[in-house]
């Protein structure tokens, strides 16, 4: 065997063994591997290269002399030309095998990814109609005379299909003032209150009476809700439901109580000049006789809020998604030579410096669409709270991502992505309250829309329960990260230990060959001597 063939092969072999060391994956492996092969495969094969770059000799061409097979003359362009073909060629063969089976696998995982998913998330709205009848209502009457108990008998027997709420009705000494109403209200004991407003009865009457031009029937009633609690409840059953209750009552009211009224101006058998030119100057006294006033107490006035609260929970998702895969990325550079702790801390506190500017943009994006974030706060002070509160979102999501990613690897770490959008957006989209029970572990999980809403709208504030379960997620996904690192580099160690230990012994036992071999040729020799 040519000497110079040996030498380039065991020179290939060193290169190999030295970039080992350097770890799996890495780009020096992959280069010193992929070198050392091209060598190996240029010097096995038999081919030497004979003064290619001698200009300076035009008798002799540029040739490639093979030391076994000497009279055959290889053209390089034509040993090493990439070959086309069709998709269905016969020599794709094993190729086009292995595209299937990688493109049928993804095609399965992602179904399975449905339907472990999507009824998560269909199931958060399918049953919101059925279960209007826990959202709390409150019913009061203040006037206690003939409007008041006539739109209590008329509310307690008001049956109409489809959903309804869940109606209490509640003495005034109960509720000592309009206040104590509101109060309920915004501390969300209840959804909705209609208030029969005092003396609505005597007002009406004297409204009629004096033929008083000035008469408001809206404020015989107030309804009193909070829009910012979750504009899609108001907006699709408690706005809906109230007003149709009472369209019903107070039309039915309206019309026992005008037959009654013109009775009493016909009781002598002809009519009362004075009273009917009273309704004539006051005719809202007996058409609609009593309306309602709605009063909104945190209206949702920012319809961009809505990308803040629920899409742009996805966002912050896809973002920190997009740190996890960069940072997976460059620290494939460095990781193989950086003891577990160094490498641990690297993994961590690299992502939280990258969330800084992150939410800080995404923060200030939100400003110039003019967001109310100084609702509760005020301007400078809500705007930092809401940048803490995404900060701290984005961390508890990105450190989620970036600990499953150590198990998950690259490849399937967006089927778990998905899987972190659908369960954290889907408890969040109505209230409790139209889902079914099993969505309460909504309360447990880092999407912070409430405590947006409450920076936003001033709605019932649960910041420090809100920022308690982020915290919460935060700690949890670095502890997991650490355990999924320790555990990955074991394993990393073990299977290097595991090919040093082969590699070893397949070196050991082809020098006992050798050897054996010098041994019984040097008998030979003896032998013929």
């Given at each position: 065997?040519?000497?110079?063939?040996?030498?380039?092969?065991?020179?290939?072999?060193?290169?190999?063994?030295?970039?080992?060391?350097?770890?799996?994956?890495?780009?020096?492996?992959?280069?010193?591997?992929?070198?050392?092969?091209?060598?190996?495969?240029?010097?096995s094969?038999?081919?030497?290269q004979?003064?290619?770059?001698?200009?300076?000799?035009?008798?002799?061409?540029?040739?490639f002399?093979?030391?076994s097979?000497?009279?055959?003359?290889?053209?390089?362009?034509?040993?090493?030309?990439?070959?086309y073909?069709?998709?269905f060629?016969p020599?794709?063969?094993?190729?086009?095998?292995?595209?299937?089976?990688?493109?049928?696998?993804?095609?399965?995982?992602?179904?399975?990814?449905m339907?472990?998913?999507?009824?998560?998330?269909?199931?958060?709205?399918?049953?919101?109609?059925?279960?209007?009848?826990?959202?709390?209502?409150?019913?009061?009457?203040?006037?206690?005379?003939r409007?008041?108990?006539g739109?209590?008998?008329?509310?307690?027997?008001?049956?109409?299909?489809?959903?309804?709420?869940?109606?209490?009705?509640?003495?005034?000494?109960?509720?000592?003032?309009d206040?104590a109403?509101?109060?309920?209200?915004?501390?969300?004991?209840i959804?909705?209150?209609?208030?029969?407003?005092?003396?609505?009865?005597?007002?009406?009457?004297e409204?009629?009476?004096?033929?008083?031009q000035?008469?408001?029937?809206?404020?015989?009633?107030k309804?009193?809700?909070?829009?910012?609690?979750?504009?899609?409840?108001?907006?699709?059953y408690?706005?809906?439901?109230?007003?149709?209750?009472?369209?019903?009552?107070?039309?039915?009211?309206?019309?026992?109580?005008?037959?009654?009224v013109?009775a009493?101006?016909?009781?002598?058998?002809?009519?009362?000049?004075?009273?009917?030119?009273?309704?004539?100057?006051?005719?809202?006294?007996?058409s609609?006789?009593?309306?309602?006033?709605?009063?909104?107490?945190?209206?949702?006035?920012?319809?961009?809020?809505?990308?803040?609260t629920?899409?742009?929970?996805?966002?912050?998702?896809?973002?920190a998604?997009?740190?996890?895969?960069?940072?997976?990325?460059?620290?494939?550079?460095?990781?193989?030579?950086?003891?577990f702790?160094?490498?641990?801390?690297l993994?961590?506190?690299?992502?939280?410096?990258?969330?800084?500017?992150?939410?800080?943009?995404y923060?200030?994006?939100n400003?110039?669409?003019?967001?109310?974030?100084?609702?509760?706060?005020?301007p400078?002070?809500g705007?930092?709270?809401?940048?803490?509160y995404?900060?701290?979102?984005?961390?508890?999501?990105?450190?989620?991502?970036?600990?499953?990613?150590?198990i998950?690897?690259?490849?399937?770490?967006?089927f778990?992505?998905?899987?972190l959008?659908?369960?954290?957006?889907?408890?969040?989209?109505?209230?409790?309250?139209?889902?079914?029970?099993?969505?309460?572990?909504?309360?447990?999980?880092?999407?912070?829309?409430?405590?947006?809403?409450?920076?936003m709208?001033d709605t019932?504030s649960?910041?420090?329960?809100?920022?308690?379960?982020?915290?919460?997620?935060?700690?949890?996904?670095?502890?997991?990260?650490?355990?999924?690192?320790?555990?990955?580099?074991?394993?990393?160690?073990?299977?290097?230990?595991?090919?040093?230990?082969?590699?070893?012994?397949?070196?050991?036992?082809?020098?006992?060959?050798?050897?054996?071999?010098s041994?019984?040729?040097q008998?030979?020799?003896?032998?013929?001597?």
């Amino acid at each position: 065997m040519d000497l110079s063939a040996q030498s380039s092969r065991e020179h290939a072999a060193d290169q190999i063994q030295a970039a080992r060391p350097i770890g799996r994956g890495s780009s020096a492996d992959r280069h010193a591997e992929s070198t050392a092969q091209a060598e190996t495969f240029q010097v096995s094969s038999g081919i030497l290269q004979v003064d290619f770059d001698d200009e300076k000799k035009p008798s002799r061409k540029s040739s490639f002399v093979a030391d076994s097979h000497a009279n055959n003359v290889v053209d390089p362009e034509q040993a090493f030309a990439p070959v086309y073909g069709s998709f269905f060629s016969p020599m794709f063969a094993p190729l086009r095998r292995r595209y299937f089976i990688i493109i049928v696998r993804a095609t399965l995982l992602i179904i399975a990814l449905m339907w472990a998913c999507l009824p998560v998330y269909w199931g958060a709205l399918v049953d919101s109609a059925k279960l209007t009848g826990n959202l709390e209502a409150l019913f009061i009457d203040r006037d206690g005379l003939r409007v008041g108990q006539g739109l209590t008998q008329a509310v307690q027997k008001y049956s109409a299909p489809g959903p309804q709420l869940d109606w209490t009705f509640i003495k005034a000494v109960n509720a000592s003032s309009d206040d104590a109403v509101i109060r309920m209200v915004l501390e969300e004991q209840i959804w909705v209150a209609v208030v029969i407003q005092p003396n609505a009865t005597l007002r009406l009457a004297e409204a009629r009476t004096n033929g008083d031009q000035s008469y408001d029937p809206a404020s015989a009633i107030k309804v009193y809700y909070s829009q910012a609690r979750n504009e899609i409840a108001t907006g699709n059953y408690i706005v809906p439901l109230t007003t149709q209750m009472l369209q019903a009552t107070t039309s039915a009211y309206a019309t026992s109580t005008a037959q009654r009224v013109f009775a009493q101006i016909n009781s002598n058998g002809q009519p009362n000049s004075t009273a009917l030119q009273m309704i004539a100057n006051a005719p809202q006294t007996i058409s609609p006789a009593i309306s309602w006033t709605m009063v909104n107490l945190r209206p949702y006035q920012a319809p961009a809020a809505q990308a803040v609260t629920l899409v742009g929970n996805i966002f912050l998702c896809i973002f920190a998604f997009m740190i996890t895969m960069a940072n997976s990325t460059a620290r494939a550079v460095v990781s193989p030579h950086m003891a577990f702790l160094p490498y641990l801390a690297l993994r961590i506190f690299v992502p939280l410096m990258a969330y800084l500017p992150l939410s800080l943009s995404y923060a200030l994006l939100n400003l110039a669409f003019d967001l109310p974030l100084d609702t509760k706060f005020g301007p400078g002070a809500g705007f930092m709270v809401f940048w803490v509160y995404i900060y701290l979102g984005m961390a508890a999501l990105g450190l989620s991502i970036e600990a499953m990613i150590t198990i998950l690897t690259p490849r399937f770490t967006p089927f778990f992505l998905f899987t972190l959008i659908l369960y954290n957006v889907s408890p969040v989209v109505l209230p409790a309250e139209l889902q079914n029970p099993i969505y309460s572990y909504g309360s447990g999980f880092p999407i912070c829309s409430q405590a947006l809403r409450t920076i936003m709208f001033d709605t019932n504030s649960h910041l420090g329960r809100n920022i308690a379960v982020i915290v919460a997620w935060i700690i949890m996904s670095c502890g997991t990260m650490t355990v999924f690192t320790w555990y990955m580099r074991r394993r990393e160690k073990r299977r290097l230990y595991a090919y040093a230990t082969a590699t070893a012994a397949t070196k050991g036992k082809g020098k006992g060959s050798v050897a054996s071999l010098s041994k019984v040729d040097q008998g030979k020799e003896k032998g013929v001597e």
